[in-house]
T-cell receptor, first 116, second 113 residues
Framework: NAGVTQTPKFRVLKTGQSMTLLCAQD?????MYWYRQDPGMGLRLIHYSVGEGTTAKGEVPDGYNVSRLKKQNFLLGLESAAPSQTSVYFC???????????????FGPGTRLLVL | SQELEQSPQSLIVQEGKNLTINCTSS?????LYWYKQKYGEGLIFLMM?????EEKSHEKITAKLDEKKQQSSLHITASQPSHAGIYLCGADAGSSNTGKLIFGQGTTLQVKP
């Protein structure tokens, strides 16, 4: 199993350009998440999905859109990139969630994005 | 909203020394995760704690959750250069059936040979 994979690994964008980050998991996980990691701020949740065809906003959703057309894929889109979106983006997935039976989230290797 | 505070923010230790990293929550923890991150890589799951007073160990790393379930500690015994990295604690954000986690800001550990 490849686990959670992310493409691309690194990207440089100019302000105003658009791009899509792809996250794929081969563990048949129901739940998928997109986080951004910035120095001194830990990881912050952007959007998440609790199943195919469903998405929801996390802590910092502005400027991003997501889609979960297939269970194994979770796409993060930046329609008009801004320098404030320079960050490392991590995708994660889990089998289940909630309460005492909350499942571990497995993370991808990350995508480094630089917006000039 | 719940917040997680990690201390210290960074740590430099000599190889062979013991160390402890703390994670304190503003609210009761229902599921506390410890992850390790090496520079330029993703997060690797270490341990999960759920019950007050629970303690888990893996190799030379021990994690504990206090009885009140508001603080967790990660203890490394006889540190090695392979332990270097960023350690993050994460916790259930309190929303049922979503799996949303909030994370501490991370603790950067350097181990000097």
């Amino acid at each position: 199993n490849a686990g959670v994979t992310q493409t691309p690994k690194f990207r440089v964008l100019k302000t105003g350009q658009s791009m899509t980050l792809l996250c794929a998991q081969d563990m048949n996980h129901e739940y998928m998440y997109w986080y951004r990691q910035d120095p001194g701020m830990g990881l912050r949740l952007i959007h998440y999905s609790v199943g195919e065809g469903t998405t929801a906003k996390g802590e910092v959703p502005d400027g991003y859109n997501v889609s979960r057309l297939k269970k194994q894929n979770f796409l993060l889109g930046l329609e008009s990139a801004a320098p404030s979106q320079t960050s490392v983006y991590f995708c994660a997935s889990s089998y289940g969630a909630g309460g005492a039976w909350q499942e571990t989230q497995y993370f991808g290797p990350g995508t480094r994005l630089l917006v000039l | 909203s719940q917040e997680l505070e990690q201390s210290p923010q960074s740590l430099i230790v000599q190889e062979g020394k013991n160390l402890t990293i703390n994670c304190t929550s503003s609210k009761t923890l229902y599921g506390l995760y410890w992850y390790k991150q090496k520079y330029g890589e993703g997060l690797i799951f270490l341990m999960m704690l759920q019950k007050g007073g629970e303690e888990k160990s893996h190799e030379k790393i021990t994690a504990k959750l206090d009885e009140k379930k508001q603080q967790s500690s990660l203890h490394i015994t006889a540190s090695q250069p392979s332990h270097a990295g960023i350690y993050l604690c994460g916790a259930d954000a309190g929303s049922s059936n979503t799996g949303k986690l909030i994370f501490g800001q991370g603790t950067t550990l350097q181990v000097k040979p």
